[in-house]
């Protein structure tokens, strides 16, 4: 095998064979299934003797393409895409638990993998333990014979804590269960969780990784042996990502770096200025040093990533009032998009839990979540700024 490549390097000069036409850049594989030469080729094919493809539900040429990078960026053995990061998260685990399993998760995690931990797993009489990112010590007294996954996310949705990813992976090491790590809000450019003990870790594409609002897609990537189960699963059940989705994916990966590496420069700029301003009580950054998990922040990531947290003064109301009185950036639901986004979850993404249970994952009344884009820092903070004289 030839030497691993720099990051940007791999990003950019990973790709699928060249067709007879000798392309420069790779072209959109459009097709539902493949040809056979020969009957004996359609036998040891499907027989798994070769590796090729038959089908664009097992896989195709774009998708692998798309998957081979995240497996270099990530340091991973293997992996697989799909549709949307959620179809990555549930197919993860249908593929690899059973009735009766038990997760060990933070409680601070996506809202829809809340909703399948509390709503959906139960069905199959899988349950799921939580603890809060301040009690990271808890975590072994929640594990029991039945325990399966380790699961986490860091930099968390909304609040922006920091779990310490390799403690998590000294604790499944210790008791022989599996760290999966969702690392979405870091992307394989800041943050590598299979070095601190990962056993697998899943991407929602749609955020970062394609980075300009357009395609959803997922991916999990990790040990081979696991990667092989959850390929099997998805290859029957059907969670397969779009060809033409991998292909711009697979095309936004090679300028990850430059974008992230922007991203995280405009969002400590604003991180910084929210924290002088007169009308904002906390901000939450990980790159900032006022951030309580700001050392760890340091040894287990790049930079802070693109996502500043920040509470208007005055709560929900005040939280309103400043989101109408944007007028550059979007009131949007998704995030790490090349405009800026602001959301305030306890009137939104959070608003139907209870304000106990909102408190629990750190989100606070007049908490608000910006995903910093990529215009002209300058403009944006122009924006913020007038928009808070106003809450
Ligand atoms: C968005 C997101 C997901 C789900 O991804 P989709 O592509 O929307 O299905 C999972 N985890 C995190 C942390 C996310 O931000």
Request: hydrophobic share 40%; charged share 25%.
């Amino acid at each position: 095998m030839s030497k691993q490549k720099n990051f940007e390097t791999e990003a950019i000069r990973t790709q699928t064979e060249r067709s007879q036409f000798l392309e420069h850049s790779n072209p959109i594989y459009l097709t539902s299934s493949f040809v056979f030469e020969d009957a004996e080729d359609m036998r040891a094919s499907f027989a798994e003797e070769k590796e090729r493809n038959i089908y664009s539900r097992f896989t195709n040429p774009n998708n692998s393409e798309f998957v081979d990078k995240i497996c270099k960026m990530e340091g991973a053995e293997q992996g697989v895409a799909f549709a949307t990061g959620m179809s990555a998260v549930f197919s993860t685990f249908a593929a690899l638990l059973n009735a009766g399993d038990h997760i060990v998760s933070a409680r601070s995690v996506f809202g829809s993998t809340h909703g399948l931990f509390t709503k959906f797993l139960p069905k199959w009489n899988i349950t799921t333990s939580y603890f809060k990112i301040d009690e990271l010590d808890k975590i072994e007294s929640l594990i029991t014979k039945n325990t399966k996954i380790l699961y986490a996310e860091s930099p968390t949705n909304p609040a922006v804590d920091i779990l310490d990813l390799e403690l998590l992976g000294s604790i499944a090491k210790e008791h022989n269960i599996l760290l999966v790590i969702d690392n979405c809000f870091a992307t394989p450019y800041l943050q590598n969780p299979i070095k601190f003990g990962a056993d697998l870790v899943i991407h929602s594409a749609t955020k970062l990784i394609d980075g300009q609002g357009r395609v959803m897609g997922g991916v999990t990537v990790g040990r081979a042996d696991l990667i092989r189960e959850i390929y099997l699963f998805a290859r029957n059940t059907g969670p397969a990502l779009s060809p033409f989705n991998a292909w711009v994916l697979s095309k936004s990966l090679e300028t990850l770096a430059v974008r992230v590496d922007k991203h995280c420069e405009n969002a400590l700029k604003i991180a910084e200025f929210l924290e002088s301003h007169g009308q904002v009580n906390i901000v939450k950054y990980p790159f900032l040093k006022s951030h309580p998990q700001y050392v760890l922040a340091k040894k287990q990531m790049k930079a802070g990533g693109n996502i500043v947290a920040f509470e208007v003064k005055g709560g929900v109301e005040a939280g309103k009032k400043f989101l109408n009185a944007l007028a550059i950036c979007s009131l949007s639901a998704n995030l790490g998009d090349t405009r800026t986004i602001v959301t305030h979850p306890a009137s939104t993404t959070h608003g139907k839990l209870s304000k106990e249970d909102r408190l629990e994952t750190g989100i606070t009344d007049g908490l608000v979540r910006v995903s910093v884009g990529l215009e002209n820092v300058n403009d944006i903070i122009q924006d913020l700024d007038q928009a808070l004289k106003s809450s």
